[in-house]
Each structure stands twice: as C-alpha cells, then as structure tokens.
C-alpha cells in the first residue's frame, strides 16, 4: 500500500530521513547497510500532522503551552495532562489508521502470524532526537509487545501524545526549541523475544577514550537496562586488541519479559541459578562488540547501540539483533586526546578503526 501516512523501513531511503524521525531513520538506515534488525514500519510525521489537524487538536496543544512559566515543573506536568487528555479524546484520522491497520496485517502475514497477531514494539521516533546539542532519547514512550490492529493504533497515538511529555516541555523550553518545530514519527517493528539484552556504547561513556567498547547486558528485554530498573552486567572491550579487559558481574534480581499469553510484558524475579551468572558468554561478547565497531566505522561516529539476542534454532549462542542506534551526543563533541600510555602508532590504529566502512554482521 503506497501512502503519504506509513513508510516500510525496507522501503524508505536517505530522502524520507526528515518524515521518519530519529529512531526510525536509523533503523532505516542499518537495515540498507544488511544489518539484523527486525522488520517493521514508520508511521510518517505527515500523519502527525494529520492528527494535530483533526479537530481543534493543535490550537488545544497551543492553548495548554501558552504562558508556561520557565522551570515550572507543576504546570508543565498539568499542560502534559491536558494534552494527553486531548489526544486521547480525538481519533486518528480515517485515512491514517487504515494505512496502519493495512501495514501492520501485512507485517503479521509476512512474518507467519495469525492474522492481526504478530507482537509488536511500538516506538516515539521524534525529528529533533540526538541533536548534536541536545538529546532527546527517553523522553517519549514506547510500548512492547503491543498486539492487533487496534491495539498498535491505540498506542500509535499514545507516542504522539508523549511528545508533551511534562519532561519533554520543559527540555524544549529550556533550550529554547520551538514546539511545533518537534515532530513525531512512530516505529512499529517485530519484537525479540530476548534472552538477555542491553546497550553499548562504542566509547568510555566514564571518560570519553575511544579505544573501548562498554557493554551493559541483563536477562530479558533491554527495557530494564534502559530504564534504569537493575544493575546490568558491566564488560570493556579493548578496540584494538579486541580483548575483554573488564568484567563485572552484577545481582540481577528482575528481568523483563514477554507474557505471550496476555499479550503483555511482565517483570519478574530472576531464578537463583542465574542471578549472579553471567548473562553473556564470551562469544556474544566479541559478536555485540563487532557489532558495535562496525557500526561506527559505517556511520563514522561514536554510537550508543541498543541490542538484543533472541533464541533460534540456527545459532547455538542466540541470534543477535540491532533494536537501535543512536550518535553518543556528549563526549563526541568533545576532541579526544589519548592518553600518555598510547603511542602515535595506536592513535593511527584508532583513527583506522574509524573510518566508514559497509556492516557484514
């Protein structure tokens, strides 16, 4: 189905960067480099627009931000509830949810499901996300194991709606953004079943050294290492000598996971046996870490990447899978300089490893 409202990752090239938004470009963008990433859609700024048009939405949203008094964080949280209120009052427009509806049962028939029952991660995919002086990342919602048609369009407007978040108000008015200069694109992509998953950053996100690799990694989907919600695995990886140097075990009392039967994730208690056991071995180390470097040898910056390794028949380890990648935004702008202990012929190593190259992962 071509339409101006929703755009397959597969099928959107470096031109449709500006109506897919930040998370959704990138995923676009690792998927026409042959990367593993699950397949799925963006749901285009344009239908945004549509929504914000649908009666009387936006001079509501102009009508709750007006006069907000700088650093107020009670009135931007009250603003925030007035226009959740409002979205949630308006349907989307009957041309966007068909052509979300259309998209979505033919990612559930391309991917074996039965009929509209194909799990799904609904994602905010914002266009001013990881300015280069400014990052956005977890401002905006985004709901895991969503599934049926009417489910993801319920939660397509859910992301729409957390583009005013009381946080987000009160980021963009500090930094002086305009808000109708921010729009919103939302993801809709096939979910991993993880078995552990996490994030990592192809930089020391401690210090800014560029030499190393800094994975964090627990049981279950990376909801809970994104939030924040348990202490995760901590491993380093040297760049050059690709060699483990830090290894940090952690208590991991809670995961994440998907309750097939609900139709829902759940957080629950992690089993003795693997509280305390390392949730990766050191062949999925090397492979997120490979992972890792690649990426930011193709997009020649330093990266914050979110992945995750799913159990399948055909890799005894997991299946590794690319959820997103997004540029680090604060020591990259920073000029780096390498410390005493490494020489002008490892500094050229590193510059080597950076320079862009196509992802075989």
Request: glycine share 6%; hydrophobic share 45%; net charge negative.
């Amino acid at each position: 189905m071509t339409s101006a409202w929703v755009l397959g990752f597969a099928a959107a090239s470096e031109a449709d960067d500006g109506c897919l938004g930040g998370k959704c470009a990138s995923l676009a963008r690792m998927i026409r480099s042959a990367a593993p990433v699950p397949p799925g859609f963006a749901v285009t700024t344009e239908a945004y627009r549509a929504m914000l048009a649908t009666q009387g939405l936006q001079a509501d949203i102009d009508a709750a931000l007006r006069g907000l008094p700088a650093g107020d964080v009670r009135q931007q949280e009250q603003a925030a509830q007035r226009i959740a209120q409002a979205f949630a009052a308006r349907p989307l427009p009957e041309a966007v949810a068909q052509a979300v509806a259309f998209e979505y049962l033919a990612l559930c028939r391309a991917e074996g499901a039965n009929h509209d029952e194909l799990p799904v991660a609904v994602r905010s995919s914002a266009t001013a996300e990881d300015l280069p002086d400014a990052s956005f990342a977890g401002q905006q919602d985004t709901y895991l194991w969503v599934v049926g048609a009417d489910a993801v369009l319920a939660r397509v407007r859910d992301c729409w709606a957390s583009l005013y978040t009381g946080r987000a108000i009160g980021y963009r008015n500090d930094r002086r953004i305009a808000h109708r200069d921010v729009q919103m694109a939302v993801g809709v992509q096939k979910m991993v079943d993880a078995r552990v998953a996490g994030v990592a950053m192809t930089l020391d996100p401690i210090n800014g050294d560029r030499t190393r690799i800094v994975i964090d990694a627990s049981w279950g989907l990376g909801e809970s290492v994104v939030a924040g919600e348990v202490t995760p695995d901590h491993f380093v990886v040297d760049k050059v000598m690709r060699s483990i140097v830090v290894r940090n075990i952690s208590d991991k009392a809670h995961e994440v996971v998907a309750d097939v039967r609900a139709k829902r994730t759940l957080r629950r208690d992690v089993d003795q046996s693997r509280r305390n056991a390392a949730c990766l071995n050191d062949r999925q180390i090397e492979a997120v870490a490979t992972m890792a470097r690649q990426l930011e040898k193709q997009l020649g910056a330093p990266q914050d990447v979110e992945w995750a390794i799913e159990d399948h028949p055909a890799h005894p380890d997991g299946r590794l899978m690319l959820l997103q990648c997004r540029p680090e935004t604060v020591w990259s702008q920073r000029k780096w300089v390498a410390g005493a202990a490494i020489d002008q012929g490892l500094e050229g190593l590193v510059a080597n490893l950076l320079k862009p190259v196509q992802i075989h992962v």
